[in-house]
Nanobody, 122 residues
Framework: EVELVESGGGSVQAGGSLRLSCVASGYIYNRDYMGWFRQAPGKEREGVAT????????YYADSVKGRFTISRDNAKNTVDLQMNSLKPEDTAMYYCATGRAFSLQTYDYRYWGQGTQVTVSS
């Protein structure tokens, strides 16, 4: 059974940092692209960052470019999202997901975690 478990969310003031982590199990993790997505109340889920199968390529949404960094460790089956210079508009539930495309589109991802909440106060 495929399982993705996120951790590292919390509450922080604007300008602060958080590091999210996602552990994958139950399948051949290093053959999949990995992505981080977020969903704020009343809004659609949106792609934040994605990383290639060996970590060599990354892509970010314009809204987080220069502030967030995605990384993966295939030996540990983990994918992390380092979030710096956080803004109130970054407040959302954050999800990691696996997919077979280098994409920020939700329809390209097959398996999803349950999410971890990030709240940024001004």
């Amino acid at each position: 059974e495929v399982e993705l478990v996120e951790s590292g969310g919390g509450s922080v003031q604007a300008g602060g940092s958080l590091r999210l982590s996602c552990v994958a199990s139950g399948y051949i993790y290093n053959r999949d692209y990995m992505g981080w997505f977020r969903q704020a109340p009343g809004k659609e889920r949106e792609g934040v960052a994605t990383i290639g199968t060996n970590g060599a390529i990354t892509y970010y949404a314009d809204s987080v470019k220069g502030r967030f960094t995605i990384s993966r460790d295939n030996a540990k089956n983990t994918v992390d999202l380092q979030m710096n210079s956080l803004k109130p508009e970054d407040t959302a539930m954050y999800y990691c997901a696996t997919g077979r495309a280098f994409s920020l589109q939700t329809y390209d991802y097959r398996y999803w975690g349950q999410g971890t909440q990030v709240t940024v106060s001004s």
